[in-house]
Protein backbone atom coordinates (compact mmCIF):
# COMPACT_ATOMS: atom_id res chain seq x y z
CA UNK A 1 0.00 0.00 0.00
CA UNK A 2 1.25 3.29 -1.05
CA UNK A 3 0.55 6.35 0.72
CA UNK A 4 -0.06 9.82 0.33
CA UNK A 5 2.45 12.21 0.80
CA UNK A 6 1.38 15.58 2.03
CA UNK A 7 3.31 18.86 2.00
CA UNK A 8 2.92 20.92 4.90
CA UNK A 9 3.63 24.34 4.46
CA UNK A 10 4.20 26.42 7.67
CA UNK A 11 2.56 29.98 7.94
CA UNK A 12 2.32 32.27 11.22
CA UNK A 13 2.26 36.09 11.85
CA UNK A 14 4.13 36.09 14.65
CA UNK A 15 7.45 36.52 13.17
CA UNK A 16 10.13 38.44 15.61
CA UNK A 17 11.98 39.60 12.85
CA UNK A 18 9.44 40.21 9.88
CA UNK A 19 5.52 39.93 11.80
CA UNK A 20 3.31 38.72 8.88
CA UNK A 21 5.72 38.14 6.41
CA UNK A 22 3.72 35.39 5.08
CA UNK A 23 0.83 37.57 3.36
CA UNK A 24 3.71 40.59 2.36
CA UNK A 25 3.10 40.84 -1.59
CA UNK A 26 5.61 39.30 -3.68
CA UNK A 27 5.30 39.52 -7.60
CA UNK A 28 1.38 40.07 -7.11
CA UNK A 29 0.50 37.78 -4.97
CA UNK A 30 1.18 37.21 -0.89
CA UNK A 31 4.26 34.80 -0.25
CA UNK A 32 2.23 32.27 1.45
CA UNK A 33 -0.04 32.34 -2.43
CA UNK A 34 3.32 31.43 -4.27
CA UNK A 35 4.65 28.80 -1.83
CA UNK A 36 1.62 26.76 -2.18
CA UNK A 37 1.13 27.17 -5.88
CA UNK A 38 4.78 25.88 -6.20
CA UNK A 39 4.52 23.23 -3.41
CA UNK A 40 1.35 22.14 -5.53
CA UNK A 41 3.77 21.89 -8.44
CA UNK A 42 5.82 19.24 -7.45
CA UNK A 43 5.71 15.57 -8.47
CA UNK A 44 5.52 13.28 -5.00
CA UNK A 45 3.12 15.59 -3.34
CA UNK A 46 -0.45 14.50 -3.25
CA UNK A 47 -1.34 17.65 -1.03
CA UNK A 48 -0.51 20.57 0.66
CA UNK A 49 -1.48 21.60 3.88
CA UNK A 50 -1.29 24.94 5.74
CA UNK A 51 -0.43 24.41 9.59
CA UNK A 52 -0.67 27.66 11.70
CA UNK A 53 -1.73 28.17 14.94
CA UNK A 54 -5.00 28.92 16.67
CA UNK A 55 -3.84 32.34 17.76
CA UNK A 56 -6.16 35.62 16.78
CA UNK A 57 -3.02 37.22 14.91
CA UNK A 58 -3.13 34.09 12.83
CA UNK A 59 -6.81 34.17 11.69
CA UNK A 60 -5.52 35.97 8.43
CA UNK A 61 -3.87 33.32 7.32
CA UNK A 62 -6.58 30.72 7.74
CA UNK A 63 -8.72 33.65 6.15
CA UNK A 64 -6.56 33.63 3.32
CA UNK A 65 -6.12 29.85 2.92
CA UNK A 66 -10.37 29.39 2.97
CA UNK A 67 -10.91 31.70 0.34
CA UNK A 68 -8.38 30.16 -1.58
CA UNK A 69 -9.54 26.52 -1.49
CA UNK A 70 -6.63 25.37 0.44
CA UNK A 71 -6.68 22.81 3.64
CA UNK A 72 -5.55 24.50 6.59
CA UNK A 73 -5.15 23.11 9.74
CA UNK A 74 -4.95 25.49 12.91
CA UNK A 75 -3.30 24.12 15.86
CA UNK A 76 -2.78 24.95 19.78
CA UNK A 77 0.37 26.90 19.94
CA UNK A 78 2.02 24.51 22.00
CA UNK A 79 1.58 21.85 19.14
CA UNK A 80 2.09 24.04 16.09
CA UNK A 81 4.87 22.76 14.07
CA UNK A 82 7.01 25.65 13.35
CA UNK A 83 10.17 24.46 15.22
CA UNK A 84 8.83 20.61 15.99
CA UNK A 85 11.19 17.61 15.56
CA UNK A 86 9.89 15.28 12.45
CA UNK A 87 8.46 12.81 15.07
CA UNK A 88 6.53 14.81 17.02
CA UNK A 89 5.12 16.68 13.62
CA UNK A 90 3.88 13.29 12.48
CA UNK A 91 1.92 12.92 16.28
CA UNK A 92 0.19 16.24 15.55
CA UNK A 93 -0.75 15.09 11.57
CA UNK A 94 -2.07 11.93 13.21
CA UNK A 95 -4.54 13.97 15.74
CA UNK A 96 -5.40 16.25 13.04
CA UNK A 97 -5.99 14.74 9.79
CA UNK A 98 -6.49 10.71 11.42
CA UNK A 99 -4.11 9.53 9.75
CA UNK A 100 -0.35 9.68 9.61
CA UNK A 101 0.98 10.08 6.21
CA UNK A 102 3.96 8.54 4.13
CA UNK A 103 7.43 10.38 5.72
CA UNK A 104 9.79 10.54 3.03
Do not use: H, Y
Amino acid sequence: MTGRSIAIVQARMGSTRLPGKVLLPLIGEPILGLVIRRSARAMTVDEVVVATTTLPEDDRVVELAEANGWPVEPAAKVTCWTGTSGQRARMTLRSSFGSQPTAR
